[in-house]
């Protein structure tokens, strides 16, 4: 652990990551200290400060090149010459040698490559923080692509994850952290960095997405060829698309840029509320357009390895909440907050709704090049900590992707009307939810366990009164026991008393005696104190 802290530190003073905090937004203090740092007495270099950046995550692994993704989609919150950089974050990490790729995938499927495969590229077609891929051929001619998992990736992510529960726990210490909940988000992002690692889970993450979108105009996942398939390889159908990035290709082939965008937002709301399973990782290297077709867009999508999905409650009330700012009904937003927990208790709705107006009503009714997600989350959760609101860790692959979302639409189409594109797909999701069809719908789907369950319904009615009863009796009977023992004691008290004093006057009549010639002898505290001891013990 030590080993690893001091790696990133040297990292961060290699590439004078420091340069890149604007001093004057310090506090005076640190500016002071500043000045005397001793990495300062590193040069900077020829590098510009994006390629530092990119280079930095790079050598730090996984878990900070996919931070550096996330921040790839951000154009709004980066300089444009680092958001540059960090986008080759996406498919252009170092790879490891094709030599050893071959060596992995014989060893995964028991047999040579020559034997897998018609054809396979040495050299690799991409390279991510993870895994890179392999262009190949199958003995039928089918072009395919190989993934195959980082050799020693594992023990990089687990350092990674160790030193990000530590700085959970610590930030647990501190009361206004502690209702981040940061060691469960810790939880959640440790499972979902670890699901990455399995490329069985991913590919059947891929054939559950491609079976949601069958024969859908919106979008298309690619082949899954499992008898090639194993825990460190993948085989999977090779995609000819557009990368979604490159909006000058998009253009030249004349592809409708605002459809494509609205589709992007229909898609995502689809994932999460129709099939309530979410490709979790739409960064831009992992989308691409087809060709076909370009005044009629179509999405596809590869690496599946991270997905989310919530809970019906979670589901119900997360549509509530956007339905109801899309509406600016911020009471209703206070009101579901409340109702669901997720603010602390004594909480008053017409307080946390005014505060709430405050953060949202500046951004509504704007084109998304004029609104940021990373703003109102920002606000919101300023706003939420003085309601003592928790973060909720089954919620953050979804804000995450929300963030994904926003940048993508940025990049295809600026004038994009999220409220207006989201809020019809919405309505429609809470009335066929709520609705008539939504009732039949679950009926249909119960209706082989109430088929069983109905018969049985007199006999379970029946039982579940006699079992009522039964313990009405034995609440009775138990009453009755305790008010008799209750009234022994109280008839026993007395006696008890007697028999004290008795048994005393008894012994003192029969030891008086030799007991007053003692008495004679003692000093008068010792005789207080038997005293006292015959007063305590006819004392009831």
Same mark, same amino acid.
């Given at each position: 652990?030590?080993l690893?802290?001091?790696?990133?530190?040297?990292?961060?003073?290699?590439?004078?990551?420091?340069?890149?905090?604007?001093?004057?937004?310090?506090?005076?203090?640190?500016?002071?200290?500043?000045?005397?740092?001793?990495?300062?007495?590193?040069?900077?270099?020829?590098?510009? $400060?994006?390629k530092?950046?990119?280079?930095?995550?790079?050598s730090?692994? /996984?878990?900070?090149?996919?931070?550096?993704?996330?921040l790839?989609?951000?154009?709004?919150?980066?300089?444009?010459?680092?958001?540059?950089?960090? #986008? $080759?974050l996406?498919?252009?990490?170092?790879?490891?040698?094709?030599?050893?790729?071959?060596?992995?995938?014989?060893?995964?499927?028991?047999?040579?490559?020559?034997?897998?495969?018609?054809?396979?590229?040495?050299?690799?077609?991409?390279?991510?923080?993870?895994?890179?891929?392999?262009?190949?051929?199958?003995?039928?001619?089918?072009?395919?692509?190989? #993934?195959?998992?980082?050799?020693?990736?594992?023990?990089?992510?687990?350092?990674?994850?160790?030193?990000?529960?530590?700085f959970?726990?610590?930030?647990?210490?501190?009361?206004?952290?502690?209702r981040?909940?940061?060691?469960?988000?810790?939880?959640? @992002?440790?499972?979902?960095?670890?699901?990455?690692l399995?490329?069985?889970?991913?590919?059947?993450?891929?054939s559950?997405?491609?079976?949601?979108?069958?024969?859908s105009?919106?979008? @298309?996942?690619?082949?899954?060829?499992?008898?090639?398939?194993?825990?460190?390889?993948?085989?999977?159908?090779?995609?000819?698309?557009?990368?979604?990035?490159?909006?000058?290709?998009?253009?030249?082939?004349?592809?409708?840029l605002? #459809?494509?965008?609205?589709?992007?937002?229909?898609?995502?709301?689809?994932?999460?509320?129709r099939?309530?399973?979410?490709?979790?990782?739409?960064?831009?290297?992992?989308?691409?357009?087809?060709?076909?077709?370009?005044?009629?867009?179509?999405?596809?999508a590869?690496?599946?390895?991270?997905?989310?999905?919530?809970?019906?409650?979670?589901?119900?009330?997360?549509?509530?909440?956007?339905?109801?700012?899309?509406?600016?009904?911020?009471?209703?937003?206070?009101?579901?907050?409340?109702?669901?927990?997720?603010?602390?208790?004594?909480?008053?709705?017409?307080?946390?709704?005014?505060?709430?107006?405050?953060?949202?009503e500046?951004?509504l009714?704007?084109?998304?090049?004029?609104?940021?997600?990373?703003?109102?989350?920002?606000?919101l959760? *300023?706003?939420?900590?003085?309601?003592n609101?928790?973060?909720?860790?089954?919620?953050?692959?979804l804000?995450?992707?929300?963030?994904?979302?926003?940048?993508?639409?940025? *990049?295809?189409?600026?004038?994009?009307?999220?409220?207006?594109?989201? #809020?019809?797909?919405?309505?429609?999701?809470?009335?066929?939810?709520?609705? /008539?069809?939504?009732?039949?719908?679950?009926?249909?789907?119960?209706?082989?366990?109430?088929?069983?369950?109905?018969?049985?319904?007199?006999?379970?009615?029946?039982?579940?009164?006699?079992?009522?009863? *039964?313990?009405? $009796?034995?609440?009775?009977q138990?009453?009755?026991a305790?008010?008799?023992?209750?009234?022994?004691?109280?008839?026993?008290?007395?006696?008890a008393?007697?028999?004290?004093?008795?048994?005393?006057?008894l012994?003192?009549?029969?030891?008086?005696? /030799?007991?007053?010639?003692?008495?004679?002898?003692?000093?008068?505290?010792?005789?207080?104190?038997a005293?006292?001891g015959?007063?305590?013990?006819?004392?009831?």
């Amino acid at each position: 652990m030590s080993l690893r802290l001091f790696r990133i530190a040297w990292t961060v003073s290699r590439y004078r990551l420091d340069s890149l905090v604007p001093q004057d937004r310090l506090p005076p203090v640190l500016r002071w200290l500043w000045r005397f740092a001793p990495v300062r007495l590193i040069p900077i270099g020829d590098h510009s $400060r994006g390629k530092r950046l990119r280079l930095a995550l790079e050598s730090l692994g /996984p878990i900070f090149v996919k931070f550096g993704q996330m921040l790839s989609t951000r154009r709004d919150l980066l300089p444009p010459d680092i958001a540059d950089e960090l #986008k $080759r974050l996406q498919d252009q990490v170092p790879p490891f040698p094709g030599e050893t790729a071959r060596a992995m995938v014989e060893v995964e499927l028991g047999k040579t490559v020559e034997e897998a495969f018609a054809a396979f590229e040495t050299e690799p077609m991409a390279s991510a923080s993870i895994a890179q891929v392999h262009a190949a051929e199958l003995h039928s001619g089918e072009q395919v692509v190989v #993934k195959i998992i980082r050799p020693g990736i594992d023990r990089i992510m687990r350092e990674d994850i160790g030193l990000l529960y530590t700085f959970a726990r610590l930030m647990r210490r501190i009361p206004e952290a502690r209702r981040l909940r940061p060691v469960e988000v810790v939880q959640d @992002y440790e499972a979902t960095l670890f699901d990455e690692l399995d490329l069985n889970k991913e590919a059947a993450n891929t054939s559950q997405l491609k079976r949601n979108f069958q024969g859908s105009p919106l979008l @298309y996942v690619p082949a899954i060829h499992w008898s090639l398939t194993h825990r460190q390889v993948m085989v999977q159908e090779r995609i000819t698309g557009i990368p979604v990035a490159d909006i000058e290709a998009l253009r030249a082939q004349g592809t409708d840029l605002k #459809k494509l965008a609205e589709r992007g937002v229909e898609i995502f709301f689809t994932q999460v509320f129709r099939d309530n399973f979410f490709h979790a990782d739409m960064h831009p290297g992992n989308i691409f357009v087809s060709r076909e077709n370009p005044t009629e867009p179509r999405y596809i999508a590869i690496d599946c390895g991270i997905v989310g999905s919530l809970t019906r409650e979670d589901q119900d009330y997360l549509a509530r909440n956007l339905l109801a700012f899309f509406r600016q009904d911020y009471y209703e937003v206070a009101v579901l907050h409340i109702e669901s927990g997720w603010v602390g208790e004594g909480t008053r709705a017409n307080e946390f709704a005014s505060a709430i107006r405050a953060v949202c009503e500046p951004i509504l009714e704007k084109p998304l090049k004029d609104i940021s997600f990373g703003q109102v989350l920002l606000g919101l959760f *300023q706003t939420a900590r003085r309601f003592n609101m928790e973060v909720q860790p089954q919620l953050v692959l979804l804000q995450k992707t929300l963030l994904n979302i926003e940048g993508l639409g940025r *990049q295809l189409y600026p004038d994009l009307d999220l409220w207006s594109t989201a #809020k019809p797909y919405l309505e429609r999701w809470m009335r066929e939810r709520a609705g /008539p069809k939504g009732f039949w719908k679950t009926l249909q789907k119960h209706a082989p366990e109430l088929a069983h369950q109905i018969p049985e319904l007199p006999v379970l009615a029946h039982q579940a009164l006699s079992d009522r009863e *039964q313990q009405r $009796r034995l609440y009775r009977q138990q009453t009755e026991a305790l008010s008799g023992l209750e009234a022994r004691f109280q008839r026993a008290a007395p006696r008890a008393r007697r028999l004290r004093l008795g048994a005393i006057l008894l012994a003192v009549a029969l030891a008086w005696q /030799p007991m007053l010639g003692w008495a004679e002898q003692q000093p008068w505290p010792v005789l207080v104190a038997a005293g006292l001891g015959v007063l305590l013990l006819i004392w009831r």
